[in-house]
């Protein structure tokens, strides 16, 4: 299993930007795939980005599409999310999460590996 720590939330104005890191521990960080996930109040949670474990593939929902760019550093087990052109409606817990099925994966029940969790606000 890995460990996964996520940091970088805040409260930002809309427009602005933020970048979260998800730091992993343990051995296996480079042969999992991982994703970012959200969460807002009363809602489920959805899939944001995703990358695959050599950083070559990436996936985004249409939501965040040309304004999120996820990345990772196999190096220091570390996998990342730059927000940028953020609006209200972003404003949720955002959660690290990865797993290890073939491929690249979208779905919330083919990662089982999650972090505790972020928050990000974005004000009008």
């Known amino acids: 299993q890995v460990q996964l720590v996520e940091s970088g939330g805040g409260l930002v104005q809309a427009g602005g930007s933020l970048r979260l890191s998800c730091a992993a521990s343990g051995r296996t960080f480079s042969s999992r795939y991982m994703g970012w996930f959200r969460q807002a109040p009363g809602k489920e949670r959805e899939f944001v980005a995703g990358i695959s474990r050599n950083g070559i593939s990436t996936r985004y929902s249409e939501s965040v599409k040309g304004r999120f760019t996820i990345s990772r550093d196999n190096a220091w087990n570390t996998v990342f999310l730059q927000m940028n052109s953020l609006v209200p409606e972003d404003t949720a817990l955002y959660y690290c999460?990865?797993?290890?099925?073939?491929?690249?994966?979208?779905?919330?029940?083919?990662?089982?590996?999650w972090g505790q969790g972020t928050q990000v606000t974005v004000s009008s």
């Open positions: 999460a990865s797993g290890t099925l073939l491929g690249l994966r979208f779905d919330v029940r083919e990662y089982d590996n």
